[in-house]
T-cell receptor
Framework: AQTVTQSQPEMSVQEAETVTLSCTYDTSENNYYLFWYKQPPSRQMILVIRQEAYKQQNATENRFSVNFQKAAKSFSLKISDSQLGDTAMYFCALGSNFGNEKLTFGTGTRLTIIP | GAVVSQHPSRVICKSGTSVKIECRSLDFQATTMFWYRQFPKKSLMLMAT?????????EQGVEKDKFLINHASLTLSTLTVTSAHPEDSSFYICSASRSQETQYFGPGTRLLVL
């Protein structure tokens, strides 16, 4: 069985600062994918970033980057220069076959950016 | 690209009635669609996976006769909550993916059963 653990239920940070959200996972598969999704108050799930497990290079997407530690099964999200619009629930998710099969979600981290 | 819509965005119905929720991929053909349920301040719980033209695969504990899923075309999947009860009130989210791609989520449907 696959599991995803997010140990930080809530976090807050001042605008323009950097924040890191933690995620650990467990899977017996060799080929898998990891995702961070953002759910703002509108409740629309938005893909933030994705990482293929076979790639050693950490994924980056503008202000968002990940620290993927495969051996430790850790997948943290770093948000640089945080903005008010980053306020949202953030879910870490684990999937296989590039998301074409079901995703296992963590319990989420509620991030608040303070003006 | 990769836009997924849901209709209705919110619905209120009486106990005992059935409610249909539509999920559409607007600018791509979705080989697979997923239906999730989200309780307040909780994570997404996968209910079922559907592939176009075949029966849906339900997760353990999800009543397939209660939550009917139809994936009639590559752009449309429907979830029908039959004989709805107040405990079925929830936020239902669909997602869609094309072959070998990430899931893209719809905006969700809030169901309230009175």
């Amino acid at each position: 069985a696959q599991t995803v653990t997010q140990s930080q239920p809530e976090m807050s940070v001042q605008e323009a600062e950097t924040v890191t959200l933690s995620c650990t996972y467990d899977t017996s598969e060799n080929n898998y994918y990891l995702f961070w999704y953002k759910q703002p108050p509108s409740r629309q799930m938005i893909l933030v970033i994705r990482q293929e497990a076979y790639k050693q290079q950490n994924a980056t997407e503008n202000r968002f980057s990940v620290n993927f530690q495969k051996a430790a099964k850790s997948f943290s999200l770093k948000i640089s220069d945080s903005q008010l619009g980053d306020t949202a629930m953030y879910f870490c998710a684990l999937g296989s076959n590039f998301g074409n099969e079901k995703l296992t979600f963590g319990t989420g981290t509620r991030l608040t950016i303070i003006p | 690209g990769a836009v997924v819509s849901q209709h209705p965005s919110r619905v209120i119905c009486k106990s005992g009635t059935s409610v249909k929720i539509e999920c559409r991929s607007l600018d791509f053909q979705a080989t697979t669609m997923f239906w999730y349920r989200q309780f307040p301040k909780k994570s997404l719980m996968l209910m079922a996976t559907s592939n176009e033209g075949s029966k849906a695969t339900y997760e353990q504990g999800v009543e397939k006769d209660k939550f009917l899923i139809n994936h009639a075309s590559l752009t449309l999947s429907t979830l029908t909550v039959t004989s709805a009860h107040p405990e079925d009130s929830s936020f239902y989210i669909c997602s869609a993916s094309r072959s070998q791609e990430t899931q893209y989520f719809g905006p969700g449907t809030r169901l309230l059963v009175l």
